[in-house]
């Protein structure tokens, strides 16, 4: 069975400056989505980045990109020039791309930024 | 685009009655919902997979009889929590997504407190 470990539960990290959050996972398939959730306090889950596995180029959405290191296993998430808008919790999480439609979260890392 | 509304935000009630929770994709036409359920600073977990027009697929140790949920048509999901009790209240969430390789976009959210 897959799973998704987030070993930070809680990061700060000053505005204008730069945080990465890690995530690692396991997984025998070679093919699946890794995906970057952003749950800020109004609850509503946000997609903030995704990456193809097969893909080795790493996603990049503005201020947001990723570090896949496919072979290790890890999926970390940078946040550059933070802003107090990126106050949230962040969840890793992972998709089959063989058949099922389950999404695994890691537990989640909550985020603060300080003025 | 990829709009996901989620009625009520937040509902209280009490031990016994039955509560229904809807999903409704706005903008697009979801071929498939999934509803979750989020304890507190908890991920999600997800309960079962919608496809419109077929019955839901839950997840192992979900009780189907207490969570029903109904996939009546490609833009709207409900679940209802039968006979609910105080171990019910929690924050569920819905998501839908048009097809397979497209991500699943998520509603805001339904706090549920069983008096």
């Known amino acids: 069975a897959q799973t998704v470990t987030q070993s930070q539960p809680e990061m700060s990290v000053q505005e204008a400056e730069t945080v990465t959050l890690s995530c690692t996972y396991d997984t025998s398939e070679s093919d699946y989505y890794l995906f970057w959730y952003k749950q800020p306090p109004s609850r509503q889950m946000i997609l903030v980045i995704r990456q193809e596995a097969y893909k080795q180029q790493n996603a990049t959405e503005n201020r947001f990109s990723v570090n896949f290191q496919k072979a290790a296993k890890s999926f970390s998430l940078k946040i550059s020039d933070s802003q107090l808008g990126d106050a949230a919790m962040y969840f890793c999480?992972?998709?089959?791309?063989?058949?099922?439609?389950?999404?695994?979260f890691g537990k989640g890392t909550r985020l603060h930024i300080l003025p | 685009g990829a709009v996901v509304s989620q009625h009520p935000s937040w509902v209280i009630c009490k031990s016994g009655t039955s509560v229904k929770i809807e999903c409704r994709s706005l903008?697009?036409?979801?071929?498939?919902m999934f509803w979750y359920r989020q304890f507190p600073k908890q991920s999600l977990m997800l309960m079962a997979t919608s496809n419109e027009g077929s019955k839901a697929t839950y997840e192992q140790g979900v009780e189907k009889d207490k969570f029903l949920i109904n996939h009546a048509s490609l833009t709207l999901s409900t679940l209802t929590v039968t006979s609910a009790h105080p171990e019910d209240s929690s924050f569920y969430i819905c998501?839908?997504?048009?097809?397979?390789?497209?991500?699943?976009?998520f509603g805001d959210g339904t706090r549920l407190s069983i008096l």
């Open positions: 998501s839908a997504r048009r097809d397979y390789n497209q991500p699943q976009h």
């Open positions: 903008d697009f036409q979801a071929t498939t």
């Open positions: 999480a992972y998709r089959s791309a063989m058949g099922g439609d389950k999404i695994i």
